[in-house]
């Protein structure tokens, strides 16, 4: 079972951001490579279920919740108001959203594009692998849950776009990026950005969303290229990054050949501030913390320690602030893993290594259980 706030889970599924069009077809903004008004937009948010002892409410998210900031954003952005459905809570039940994820897609035309963003719970089976987001009145069975599977075939039956974005932010929420890759060859160009691997959990401080959030609003910290222009790729990778730094966790980003991953999906909202938005880490007692730089001033920079909140922010001097550089095991390394289940201590071998990451295969099992892991969960093996 999924996390969502704090040590949560959510699931963000946005499909389809915007008419990703050609650069050279402009939409109405002479930068952007989008156009609300060919935009439809389905957003479900869930931060309670019917069943509370299976699938556990979280009150403490109401606050800003981020499906309704991503709501008001398309319509303050010019998406018609009869091309948003945004369901919550009580309202998003399976039968409601799947009769509501039909209606809106059977409304769509060539050139149109999807957004589907979906915040709650989800679950994998490990001995099917299916992956399932929680409907409000989900129970026990996999069949009571919107299964990932199903939505792709839903998207594929009846929406009359081209190309079809998705984002996810929960536990599992790779199965999109997994389910995209065997729809390669399908008339719809998919992308796919997710919060975290299919095998894996994922926190929901709302780190996905609001990084979706800020390359959308067109924050600089965003733009890495520093052409005042934010682009998918661009998006993709400071989410990645967001992710790794602040939660622990692997972001996973595909995207079509003929989903274009320079496409601009806006422009740059002020100037970035040199040294602000720096991941590092800043020595506190003796101890190293990681921290993000919020402002500046001449060679003292204050920090926000990451899962500590404001009070804990300070100006500090340049001898206590050092580049965040996680260690990392090398492909091919004996490794064990501690589980956060049961805090026991499992051999394996690491697949792949990126920024402090590692992608585990575990002795005597296959691929269908491999996780990334953070570095506070691995070690050599002492054999």
Wanted: net charge negative; with cysteine.
């Amino acid at each position: 079972m999924n996390r969502f706030c704090g040590r949560t889970a959510g699931v963000l599924l946005l499909a389809c951001l915007a008419v990703l069009t050609p650069r050279i077809a402009r939409a109405a903004d002479d930068d952007l490579d989008w156009d609300p008004a060919t935009t439809h937009v389905f957003v479900v948010g869930l931060l309670e279920w019917q069943d509370s002892n299976m699938w556990g409410s979280f009150p403490e998210c109401m606050k800003d919740r981020r499906d309704q900031q991503l709501v008001d954003y398309f319509r303050e952005s010019g998406v018609p108001a009869g091309q948003i459905t945004y369901l919550k809570d009580a309202q998003a039940t399976l039968k409601h959203i799947e009769q509501a994820f039909v209606k809106l897609l059977k409304e769509t035309d060539d050139g149109d594009l999807l957004v589907f963003y979906f915040c709650g719970h989800g679950s994998r089976d490990a001995d099917t692998g299916e992956t399932c987001f929680a409907n409000y009145d989900a129970g026990a069975k996999e069949s009571s849950c919107w299964n990932v599977r199903n939505i792709f075939s839903t998207i594929e039956k009846h929406f009359g776009g081209d190309r079809a974005l998705l984002l996810a932010d929960c536990c599992h929420s790779g199965a999109l990026y997994d389910q995209a890759r065997k729809h390669h060859e399908s008339k719809i160009a998919y992308a796919v950005l997710t919060s975290s691997y299919a095998h894996n959990l994922s926190t929901g401080n709302w780190t996905f969303s609001d990084s979706v959030l800020a390359g959308l609003r067109g924050e600089p910290v965003v733009d890495l290229n520093g052409d005042e222009l934010i682009e998918l790729d661009e998006l993709a990778r400071y989410t990645e990054l967001e992710l790794a730094f602040i939660e622990g966790q692997k972001s996973m980003f595909q995207a079509s050949e003929r989903f274009p991953r320079a496409a601009v999906l806006a422009d740059v909202d002020g100037k970035a501030t040199p040294r602000v938005g720096l991941r590092v880490q800043v020595e506190y007692k003796g101890k190293w913390y990681k921290a993000k730089t919020i402002a500046v001033d001449g060679d003292q920079v204050e920090v926000h320690y990451t899962g500590f909140d404001d009070s804990w922010d300070e100006w500090v001097r340049p001898d206590r602030v050092r580049p965040y550089a996680p260690a990392q095991y090398g492909e091919g390394d004996k490794v064990e893993v501690q589980a956060e289940s049961d805090g026991k201590w499992y051999p394996g071998t690491v697949r792949k290594a990126w920024y402090g990451l590692h992608l585990i295969r575990y002795d005597d099992y296959d691929e269908s259980s491999d996780e990334w892991v953070n570095p506070k969960a691995i070690r050599l093996r002492s054999e």
